[in-house]
């Protein structure tokens, strides 16, 4: 049951016919892994947060940086050379003091399976391809849905992964094992945001049953050409990762 | 001389043998990127596709490399 300050709080939410009280109980019952809390992590969180996902589990290693505050809004100047997980668990509760916080400042690569395992949707908001990888072969393992984001300069991709059913990570870039790439990516806080809010918007639908995801598409956006589009794409049969499922 | 077709690659007319494979088209214009994505006609190719699968007159292709920043 909500609450008279729940129910005052998602006002505007509960009003979506898609929602109603009951889609907002069952927001408030979930548990959503956030993994990255860089620039798609930092929006990603307080879109959640403030829509009333009842338990955001936190991932990520670094401290905050003057260069991540371009993009990165989560963080004021001042937690500048704090660790990311505990400014963003600060900042959230003060946002909204009734979801629960979870916070792992873990190897995002190394901890994937404990921090999937229990959630009801992963958001991979990551910024490297092992760490994508990881979280995939994970999500995929423990049949949780993953909402997959991508930035590049004035481009970005949303898909939603839905394990044994959808095209996962690793159907559309199969690892052969090279080409590990160690440029430093562009990254504009406007167009992060525009992933980052398709992402939660997928994650929502995904957490209330309801409306089409953005399984087996790609959403390219081209925010340079002021264009976007999605790709059909398809289960691959030779998926290392998926194929047996 | 070798019979040409005329595709839509990323938007634009071009001119190319009757045949071609997707892998040969990713060589013709240069495309480097390991991660690239390849659109034929809205839909994904795999890799394993590269190389049998043929373009036809009016196909469209378009080279997307992938956003992995975040």
Known sequence: MLTPEEKERYARQIIVPEIGEKG???LGRSRVLIAGLGGLGSLASLYLAAAGVGTLRLADQDRVS????????????????????????????ALNGTCRIDPVCADICASAERLVEG????????????????INRSAVKLGVPMVYGGIDGFSGTVAVILPGKSACLEC??????????????GAIGAVVGMVASLQCAEALKLLLKTGQSLADRMLHIRADRGEWKSIRTRRNPNCLVCASL | MKETIEITVNGMPEI????????DLIQRFGEEDPHLIVEHNG????????????????DRIEFINADFGG
């Open chain 1, 24 to 26: 907002q109980e069952a």
């Open chain 2, 43 to 58: 839909r994904f190719v795999f890799i394993q596709e590269y190389a049998s699968r043929t373009v036809s007159w009016g």
């Open chain 1, 172 to 185: 559309l870039f199969p690892d052969r094992g090279s080409h590990q790439n160690s440029r430093t990516i």
């Open chain 1, 66 to 93: 003057l260069s991540n505050l371009n993009r990165q809004i989560l963080y004021m100047h001042a937690d500048i050379g704090r660790i990311k997980t505990e400014a963003a668990t600060e900042r959230l509760l």
């Open chain 1, 119 to 134: 959630c009801d949707v992963v958001i991979d908001a990551t910024d490297n391809l092992a760490a994508r990888r990881a």
């Open chain 2, 16 to 23: 190319v043998p009757s045949g071609i494979s997707i892998a």
